[in-house]
């Protein structure tokens, strides 16, 4: 499945002049980018998870599960219940589901057998997150800026998550 989302009109514009769908993303630069990090970048998220979702033959939820534990893993069961907002039963029902596709594992603590965390079995699970023609997209905009802004943004964006990780967000 192709994913043709556009959000910007055809018509190239600056930075600073490209709509955004709401209209929160005035004042300073530094605002309007906590805005979009904060606001449009997850709806996008969500709507790109659902094309991928749809392409890859899995439930929407299932496949927003395998991300989380991609990125987050080793992910504790009981914070995949707090992330997708779902019961525990519903849960063990995607888990079970992401585990006959061999997708993910389930490793048992040590210390405490009734702890369970959540991993990606090999690299099937990787993969099927981060699918070609996703990484081609981001990789052709980011090919056509100063490779200096590319590490100032990767610095950045760096800062963002280990901010809202310390934050307890993820």
Do not use: W
Request: glycine share 6%; hydrophobic share 40%.
């Amino acid at each position: 499945m192709d994913m043709q989302f556009n959000p910007r009109p055809e018509a190239a514009t600056a930075p600073s002049d490209a709509p955004t769908g709401i209209s929160s993303l005035v004042g300073a630069p530094a605002d309007q980018l906590a805005n979009m990090l904060g606001l449009v970048f997850p709806v996008l998220a969500e709507i790109s998870m659902t094309a991928m979702a749809r392409h890859y033959g899995l439930r929407r939820l299932d496949f927003k599960a395998l991300v989380c534990i991609s990125v987050l893993e080793p992910l504790p069961t009981g914070h995949l219940v707090n992330i997708l907002g779902v019961s525990p039963g519903s849960v063990t029902t995607i888990l079970n589901r992401l585990e006959e596709r061999r997708l993910i594992r389930r490793d048992r603590s040590m210390r405490d057998r009734r702890e369970v965390s959540l991993c990606m079995e090999g690299d099937r699970g990787f993969d099927l997150v981060f699918p070609e023609h996703a990484s081609t997209a981001l990789q052709h905009v980011l090919a056509e800026r100063d490779p200096k802004d590319v590490r100032c943004l990767l610095e950045l964006l760096s800062d963002c998550l280990e901010a809202l990780r310390g934050g307890k967000i993820a």
